[in-house]
């Protein structure tokens, strides 16, 4: 990925195929950019979108600033030391998470994230 093209920081949509509709669903999300890595997270729960990422990886971020869209395959972050290093870097880009009332284990216990690769596939669907 190309670091100077998706600012390090920033609100998205992500396009996902729903898990039992098949049809295509788009949530408003925020990302962070870790170690040349586009990772989608948030506060400690569930997402259907995660769930629907789960069923089939392929996706379409949709970025703001510079507004474009990009195929993306995900690739849920798993790993522990991983996942310290995305919250760390979402903490520290984006103060809002850190005024959450979730501690720094709960994000890396129970957090929905999920690295997006950019794919050379169309990205034009909503």
Do not use: K
């Amino acid at each position: 990925m190309d670091d100077a093209a998706v600012p390090a920081t920033g609100t998205c949509d992500l396009s996902t195929v729903g898990r039992r509709s098949g049809q295509v669903r788009r949530v408003e999300t925020w990302y962070v950019v870790v170690d040349g890595r586009i990772v989608v997270t948030g506060t400690p729960g569930t997402r259907d979108w995660l769930a629907n990422l789960r069923q089939d990886p392929g996706a379409i971020i949709h970025l703001r600033d510079p507004a474009r869209d990009l195929a993306v395959t995900a690739q849920e972050v798993t790993e522990r030391a991983d996942r310290l290093r995305v919250v760390a870097a979402a903490w520290r880009l984006q103060p809002w998470y850190a005024e959450q009332p979730f501690s720094v284990e709960d994000w890396v216990a129970r957090s929905p994230m999920v690295e997006l690769v950019p794919t050379a596939g169309d990205a034009s669907a909503d």
